[in-house]
């Protein structure tokens, strides 16, 4: 088995079941609705953001309580948190600042996943299902922040469609996540006992 770096793609499997059903959630609700402006979907947005964020919180809380080091997915919570809070206070601007917090957020969330595909593990699937949702981020991003001159709410859309990809790959890493830890778990026990018969 590739050796993997115990960083925060390490973070308990059910974090990313969370992140993935909520991205999924509001992914679906952004990607179809039928609203004619950003400003009845930017809340929708906004609230997503913070409930990112809360399972973020709780990922922290969990690694700080297990010693695995809580640095990482509490600056991913607040970098959620500050983007959907910012959302909600400008939700009654134009359309403007609406496309450029979401354009920023998006390229920055692509980038950090672009990061931990290539600085934290070298398990191949780790990797492909990181980069992939970071080439995503980044493309949607240049995307939303370039579709200013269409339709008023085609770049919400493709924010959606960018967290419907989050959400699906979330969800897969969650099952794969879940197979290294039980193999990890193996491993050390085969570990104990072939330490403890020769001792």
């Excluded at 059903?21 to 929708?44: K, N, Q, R, Y």
């Excluded at 990922?59 to 919570?77: C, D, E, F, K, P």
């Excluded at 991003?141 to 269409?150: C, D, E, K, Q, V």
Aim: glycine share 6%.
């Amino acid at each position: 088995m590739a050796h993997i770096k115990r960083k925060y793609i390490d973070s308990h499997w059910l974090v990313f079941v969370f992140q993935g059903i909520i991205a999924l959630l509001f992914g679906c609700l952004t990607l179809f609705t039928s609203d004619e402006t950003s400003a009845a979907m930017v809340p929708v947005v906004g609230i997503s953001m913070l409930a990112l964020a809360i399972v973020e919180f709780a990922n922290s809380v969990y690694r700080s309580y297990n010693s695995q080091g809580w640095l990482v997915a509490t600056a991913v919570a607040v970098f959620d948190a500050i983007f959907g809070l910012l959302l909600l206070f400008v939700m009654n601007e134009g359309m403007t600042w609406h496309l450029v917090l979401i354009s920023i957020y998006t390229l920055l969330r692509g980038s950090f996943e672009l990061a931990i595909a290539f600085h934290t593990t070298v398990d191949p699937t780790d990797r492909f299902i990181w980069a992939l949702c970071g080439v995503c981020g980044v493309i949607f991003g240049i995307a939303i922040f370039n579709s200013g001159h269409l339709a008023n709410v085609d770049f919400m859309r493709f924010f959606g469609a960018y967290m419907m990809i989050l959400g699906i790959s979330s969800l897969i890493y969650s099952a794969h996540n879940r197979e290294q830890q039980r193999e990890d778990r193996l491993a050390r026990s085969e570990a104990a006992k072939s330490a403890k018969k020769h001792s």
